[in-house]
């Protein structure tokens, strides 16, 4: 287990995870490549798009079989989505198509950025929760958003770090961190945005509850190897974050004691 141990496990909507690292399947250089990656991370659940599978027949036959072989959760997304209704009929096409109840939400509502779509998402969100979905949407770190989307049904929040794709880390810290003291009862995952192991590190150790990465690991020189740091980040972080980290102080304090010490030298001023 990749978490830090079994009763510290990932729990979204009542159901446990065997790990806090959720890991996408799209822009891998090869099926091999993506195989080996999901066998380092040993993610809790593997993101993939309906379009993908449509395209399966045609493009990469052995995809879908690869992800069965594997045993993992499957999280559907509805990726691409820009409206409502888009999302909303995603959604219960990929129910159909994956057997599984559970979505990613996206609506994504600027193509430069794809920033969601703030008041389109909470009204799909409502929706699907509305249609026995277990809804993870994909949103900002907007608080006032999150708010709203846990008042429309949903049980736990994806939270992005920066941009998709950008591996700039995160962006916004206040915002992030405010998040997480403010939402402290619901399960937040951070996702897209991070680019190198020690930015789900640092969310860990911030009290997040998950990570979910796709182009860091995908788009790696050896995304296997970076799968597998990307686990172990999570699993320090996550370590660190239980065991209370010490306060930070603005100066100097010794952590050896000076009493008893055969010489003290002291500034006299």
Known sequence: MTSASAA???TLYGTPFASRV???????????????????????????????????????????????????????????????????TTAHMAREVFET?????????????????PLALIEAAARLVKDGFKVLPYCTEDLVIARRLIDAGCEALMPWGAP??????????????????????????????????????????????GVLLNTAVSQATEPA???????????AGRAAYLAGPMDERDSAQASTPVVGMPFWHQDQG
């Open 225 to 235: 190897v970076m799968a597998r740091a990307f686990a172990m980040a999570a699993e």
């Open 164 to 209: 998709i794709g950008t591996g700039k880390g995160i962006v916004n810290p206040y915002g992030l961190r405010t998040l997480r003291q403010r939402l402290r009862d619901v399960p937040l995952i951070v996702d897209a945005g991070l680019g190198v192991p020690s930015h789900a590190c640092q969310v860990m150790e911030w009290g997040f509850d």
């Open 101 to 117: 109840d559970w979505i990613k939400l996206e609506v994504i509502g600027d193509d430069y950025t794809l920033q969601p779509d």
């Open 8 to 10: 510290d496990s990932l």
């Open 22 to 88: 959720l890991l996408g399947t799209s822009r891998y250089p090869s099926l091999r490549a993506l195989s080996d990656s999901i066998e380092a991370a040993g993610p809790g659940m593997v993101t993939v798009a309906l379009r993908r599978q449509m395209q399966a027949e045609t493009a990469e036959a052995g995809f879908f079989d690869l992800l069965k072989r594997h045993a993992v959760p499957l999280l559907p997304n509805t990726a691409g989505c820009q409206t409502v209704d888009e999302a909303v």
